[in-house]
């Protein structure tokens, strides 16, 4: 099994989808030199957030990213800015790791999601555990499926009918690859290179289309598009289990070396679990119990 993974962050990434994990570029380690504190010192919190990554964010401020930013920004009293730059190659360096020109300030400081332990910056304490979820029409056939394990007790004519939604480097592929699968899946790159394009299309386009039977994401993104897809698809979370890892922590990322900031953010989410939690469960996030987990290598947790 291989152990590098892609999440947005989110996942990131990630995500990644995340997410949040596309996050790949240089950064200054934590034994590297002290860095300018940016603390937000002057009344404004600078997030750096992807324009077009619902629904972790986009440049509307419609995301659970963008409104955990915004409580944030109420609780401490702060106006809320924004550095725009799709989460992908380059992210943090243009975002995080970028002076304003002229200037000795960062153009922001400071990112909502990155995984847990997450080596391209500092990383906060968790404020969300997530995991991987399939996506599939909610049609008579798949009645049967209330985990992922009974997907594959499908009669054998139906079940190597089917084409497979996934992007690589995922979890998902070696699942499918130690099921023999892997020859019905339709694979999707974790980074392309239209800002335009988004995760959530697998289940918007090609899912409605009929290009794919079932999708494999990151949860928060599954769990966003499934509900507007409304009832003409069902979602089914993996568990947490021994073997393939579908699930990752989410925590929020700021530069090395500035350990005040980090301090005052880590305190905030220490104290906000529970509205973050709110903001989470209307976008319709998969959370599972928080618990320490080894750190994801970077491109872990993405899409």
């Given at each position: 099994?291989?152990?590098?993974?892609s999440?947005?962050?989110?996942?990131?990434?990630i995500?990644a989808?995340?997410?949040c994990a596309?996050?790949?570029?240089?950064?200054?380690?934590?034994?590297g030199?002290?860095?300018?504190?940016n603390?937000?010192?002057?009344?404004i919190?600078?997030?750096?957030?992807?324009?077009?990554n619902?629904p972790l964010?986009?440049?509307k401020?419609?995301?659970?990213?963008?409104?955990i930013a915004?409580?944030?920004?109420r609780?401490?009293?702060?106006k809320l800015?924004?550095?725009?730059f799709p989460?992908?190659?380059?992210f943090?360096?243009?975002t995080l790791?970028e002076?304003?020109e002229?200037?000795q300030?960062y153009?922001?400081?400071?990112?909502?999601?990155?995984?847990?332990?997450?080596?391209?910056t500092?990383?906060?304490?968790?404020?969300?555990?997530s995991t991987?979820?399939?996506?599939?029409?909610n049609r008579?056939?798949?009645a049967?499926?209330q985990?992922?394990?009974?997907l594959l007790?499908?009669?054998?004519?139906?079940?190597?009918?089917?084409r497979f939604?996934?992007?690589?480097?995922?979890?998902a592929?070696?699942?499918?690859l130690?099921?023999?699968?892997?020859?019905?899946?339709?694979?999707?790159?974790?980074?392309s290179?239209?800002?335009?394009?988004?995760?959530?299309?697998?289940?918007?386009?090609?899912l409605?289309?009929?290009?794919?039977d079932v999708?494999f994401?990151?949860g928060p993104?599954?769990?966003?598009?499934?509900?507007r897809?409304?009832?003409?698809?069902?979602l089914?979370?993996?568990?947490?289990?021994?073997?393939?890892?579908?699930?990752?922590?989410?925590?929020m990322?700021v530069?090395?070396?500035?350990?005040?900031?980090?301090?005052?953010?880590?305190q905030?989410?220490g104290?906000n679990?529970d509205?973050?939690d709110s903001i989470?469960?209307?976008?319709?996030v998969?959370?599972?119990?928080?618990?320490?987990?080894p750190?994801?290598?970077?491109?872990?947790?993405?899409?």
């Open positions: 099994m291989r152990d590098k993974r999440m947005s962050m989110h996942v990131a990434v995500a989808a995340l997410c596309a996050l790949a570029s240089a950064a200054v380690r934590a034994d030199p002290a860095l300018p504190n603390d937000g010192a002057d009344g919190l600078r997030v750096c957030a992807d324009p077009n619902m964010s986009n440049d401020g419609e995301g659970y990213e963008n409104r915004a409580q944030m920004a609780d401490f009293g702060y800015e924004y550095t725009y989460q992908r190659m380059g943090v360096r243009h790791r002076k304003e002229n200037t300030r153009r922001c400081d400071l990112i909502i999601g990155v995984p847990k332990g997450y080596d391209m500092s990383t906060t304490q968790p404020y969300l555990r991987y979820a399939m996506v599939f029409p008579p056939e798949f049967s499926i985990t992922p394990d009974d007790k499908l009669p054998p004519d139906q079940l190597h009918k089917l939604g996934i992007f690589t480097q995922t979890p592929v070696d699942w499918l130690g099921h023999n699968l892997i020859d019905q899946a339709v694979s999707y790159r974790v980074q290179g239209d800002p335009a394009e988004y995760p959530g299309q697998m289940i918007e386009h090609d409605r289309a009929g290009n794919v999708v994401l990151w993104i599954a769990g966003y598009f499934a509900k897809a409304g009832d003409s698809v069902r089914v979370p993996f568990p947490a289990q021994p073997g393939i890892r579908f699930d990752y922590t989410i925590s990322g530069r090395y070396g500035e350990k005040d900031w980090k301090d005052k953010v880590d905030w989410i104290a679990h509205k973050i989470l469960a209307t976008y319709e998969p959370m599972l119990k928080p618990v320490d987990v750190a994801p290598r970077a491109g872990d947790a993405s899409q």
